[in-house]
């Protein structure tokens, strides 16, 4: 079954604490992208890749990192997690960068 | 600067009326339209897309959507509702994931 997927889907940390949101897709898709979605801002996208190795910033990037060495996962880094990134956080991929197939959704907590 | 704008925040229709969800955008060349819906719980799924050609058109679910150049719009419409189509109808316009931008969201609420 295509898919992606993403792990946590749920998580609460601490302020600081390092985490990463793992995400696959099973498509071979070139593209991938990560969002976050905030009530009453809809998403918004954090960082995108047009292919392995080849990753750039979306409108809100600050505090987050990713990295892209196998066509298939993106992952999304938080090295120092604070509670203005608790939020809900998609996935995303795509063969032909407009349309895109979204995960299930990771909902993250900082306290 | 691309923007969208979903001036509905809620929209409560009765099961069997139809519905019309309002998009408008803002975009400096012609844009590549979509509308997604996001189920309680649910990751989002594309209901439509618009690249070029005819401006109305048909997604899956029984949804369509017109675009309008002259009014830079991009509602999405259905004939009749279904109980199972309460969600949020997230409008989206770009060239493509470079510049992708989600209008903030419609909440669509169906009653008996």
């Known amino acids: 079954e295509a898919q992606v997927t993403q792990n946590p889907r749920y998580l609460i940390t601490v302020t600081g604490k390092k985490l990463t949101v793992t995400c696959s897709q099973n498509?071979?898709?070139?593209?991938m992208s990560w969002y976050r979605q905030d009530p009453g801002l809809g998403l918004r996208q954090i960082y995108y890749s047009m292919n392995v190795e080849v990753t750039d910033k979306g409108d809100v990037p600050e505090g987050y990192k990713v990295s892209r060495k196998e066509k298939r996962n993106f992952p999304l880094i938080l090295e120092s997690p604070s509670p203005n990134q608790t939020s809900l956080y998609f996935c995303?991929?795509?063969?032909?960068?407009?349309?895109?197939?979204f995960g299930p959704g990771t909902r993250l907590t900082v306290t | 600067a691309q923007s969208v704008t979903q001036p509905d925040i809620h929209i409560t229709v009765s099961e069997g009326a139809s519905l019309e969800l309002r998009c408008n955008y803002s975009y400096g060349a012609t844009p590549y339209l979509f509308w997604y819906v996001q189920s309680p719980g649910q990751g989002l799924q594309l209901l439509l897309k618009?690249?070029?050609?005819?401006?109305l058109v048909q997604g899956i679910k029984g949804f369509e959507a017109e675009f309008k150049r002259s009014q830079s719009s991009f509602n999405l419409r259905k004939p009749s509702v279904h109980w199972s189509d309460a969600a949020e109808y997230f409008c989206?316009?770009?060239?493509?994931?470079?510049?992708?931008?989600f209008g903030t969201g419609t909440r669509l609420l169906v009653s008996p």
């Open positions: 995303a991929s795509s063969s032909s960068g407009y349309e895109q197939y």
């Open positions: 498509m071979n898709h070139e593209y």
């Open positions: 989206a316009v770009g060239p493509g994931f470079q510049k992708l931008v």
């Open positions: 618009y690249f070029s050609g005819d401006t």
